[in-house]
């Protein structure tokens, strides 16, 4: 409203809700044509008065309804105390967890309930209910409030010497400039230490490295993997690492199946990365990295239960289904003179989703 | 009765000193020779017992399978061979109402058994005896007393990506899915550990040891029995029930609550 800020006269008008309907009939100033067809301010429906205002008996009971639930909130307070004592979480039986947290979380949730549930019935059936317009106030101040913020700025300045004393002030801003900079240092160093580049490219297979079962870390035989059979593999030694244990299997982890020979559609140039049936890939998607590892042993299919990407173990993992962009990389195996299964060289190209800085 | 002296008495009732091991020889030598006896009148009775089920159970089976597994269970286009399954397989398949298969579908599903159980050992002794195969296991196997903290691990690692990790079973490719596991029979469980049926991945003894399977079916046993901490599991299948659940009744809740809050008191 354009017409109605400057000067102290304008509090009377705000809260006044028949002058301010007035106003919508007139013209707004810069406005050149005033429209003839307006549809006019219809104003507020006739006030309808509760039952709890025309009725004392109503009233009364609305009272009592908002005290008993104020009441019932106390009981679920000290519910939930009782609870808590009375039913304490036992170490080694996992069942009083259940109990204790359903009887404290019922008795809080009374507690709560009761007051919200009490406070906003109250304001809603008892309080007072009569319908209101309250207008905005402008948002400029007046013309002396505005005139007596500059003045105290001034005085501020005149009174600690802030543009005087330059030095003091130079100085401050320097310290205030400073202040981030151990913030910079510490949290710098929340970064990989070193390149997490290369870290993608290789993993823990080495030549020779034989294959264990996860979690024990106990090698596999070639004789111990019967057709149709699935192996979660991690490397050997993994087991035992006393630091970045969890990486090193994020990056690892292969999964081990046995085809029926002739249902092996081998290239050329991969014909020996497998031992007689025997073949490994990673079970990280290249997706999004999640653990693919639902083999159907039939069909030969290697569902990722994320984003459902398939992949067909029968020829070399590629995508049949999904999103993923790359068959799962093959980890090539053979085994060693004591028959077990070892890994002819680390994967030879990363595992897992892309990155920017994936070349193949 | 006239009192007799003390010396001839002893005489009397004294007996020989070789008498007691001569006693005891010939205790020994009749028990052991009955016990003998009786158990090798039981062996041949053993054999002529299972040479009587293998029999029936080859009658069962060209009633009942060889329409699909062919009249030798030498396998048809229709059904695999059966020629070295095991008994455990048969008790698997038929033990838990998937054979005789009803229609072929992506999966056969779990009937109602067709056969009594004396019927399934007649069949599985039958299959048993064409080709070795894996055999029911020893009841300290499935009798799910193992480590269940071992099961649970070796369960998440091994078997909880298809069957879900509390086990209520999950969606796989093309119509397939691997069941919930709530209220199947140890030795079934077992079974499909070790036979890997369907397209269901083989776990032999060799993968997992008859102890780690025991363990497994100790910690689907203990989900089972015991109720989930966290409180209500709404079938434990994870985000969907949990998010419709939270999205129709949480935030339908919240939605009540506001309309509640703004409409004007009667």
Known sequence: MADAHDGPDNGENAGTAVA???????????????????????????????????????????????????????IGSVLAVAAYILFPIEEGDPSTIRLNNMLIGVGITLGLLGIGIGAVHWSKALMHGHEEVEQRHP??????????????????????????????????????????IPAIALFRDLAPAEDPVALLKQTMWETGTRLARDPSGTPIKASEVTIGSAFHVIPEGLAELESHRLEEKAKAAVLLMRLPVDELNEREDRADWSYDGIVAYSKICTHVGCPVALYEQQTHHLLCPCHQSQFDVANHCE??????????????????????????SDFTEPVGPSFWERQL | ??????????????????????????????????????????????????????????????ANCASCHGLDAEGTAAGPTLIG???????????????????????????????????????????????????VPADRYIAGD???????????????????????????????????LAGVDPVHIYG?????????????????????KNDIITYLLYIEENPSVGGWDLGSLGPVSEGLFIWIFGLGGLVAVTIWLTAKSN
């Open chain 1, 319 to 344: 995508v049949i289904f999904g999103p993923a962009a790359r068959p799962l990389p093959q980890l090539p195996i053979t085994v060693d003179e004591e028959g077990y299964l070892v890994a002819k």
């Open chain 2, 146 to 180: 193992g480590d269940a903290a071992i099961g649970a691990e070796l369960f998440r690692i091994n078997c909880a990506m298809c069957h879900n990790v509390a086990g209520a079973g999950g969606a796989l490719t093309e119509g397939k899915w691997a069941p919930g």
């Open chain 2, 85 to 135: 399954a095991g008994a455990l397989a048969v008790d698997f398949q038929v033990g838990t109402g998937r054979m005789p298969m009803a229609a072929s579908g992506p999966q056969a599903e779990v009937k109602p058994v067709q056969f009594t159980q004396e019927q399934i050992d007649a069949m599985a002794a039958w299959v048993a005896d064409l080709a070795p195969g894996p055999a």
């Open chain 1, 20 to 74: 301010r309907q007035d106003d919508h009939d007139a013209p707004a100033p810069a406005v050149a044509v005033v429209r003839a067809d307006r549809i006019p301010n219809p104003g507020f429906p006739p006030e309808r008065l509760r039952v709890t205002d025309l009725d004392p008996k109503k009233a009364k009971q609305a009272e009592r309804t908002i005290s008993v639930l104020f009441f019932l909130s106390v």
């Open chain 1, 139 to 180: 948002t400029r101040g007046s013309d002396e409030s505005r005139e007596r913020a500059v003045e105290i700025f001034r005085e501020a300045n005149a009174e600690s010497g802030f543009t005087r004393r330059s030095l003091v002030r130079n100085s401050l801003i320097g310290a205030l400039v400073a202040t981030p």
């Open chain 2, 1 to 62: 009765m006239a009192p007799t002296s003390p010396a001839s008495a002893r005489r009397a009732g004294r007996r020989s000193p070789l008498a007691t091991t001569a006693l005891l020889v010939v205790g020994l030598l009749a028990t052991g020779g009955a016990y003998a006896l009786a158990t090798t009148t039981a062996t041949a009775e053993t054999t002529a017992a299972s040479a009587q089920l293998i029999d029936e159970g080859g009658k069962l089976f060209a």
């Open chain 2, 192 to 212: 499909a550990m070790v036979t890997g049926p369907q397209n269901m991945p083989v776990f032999s003894d060799l993968n997992l040891t008859p102890e780690e």
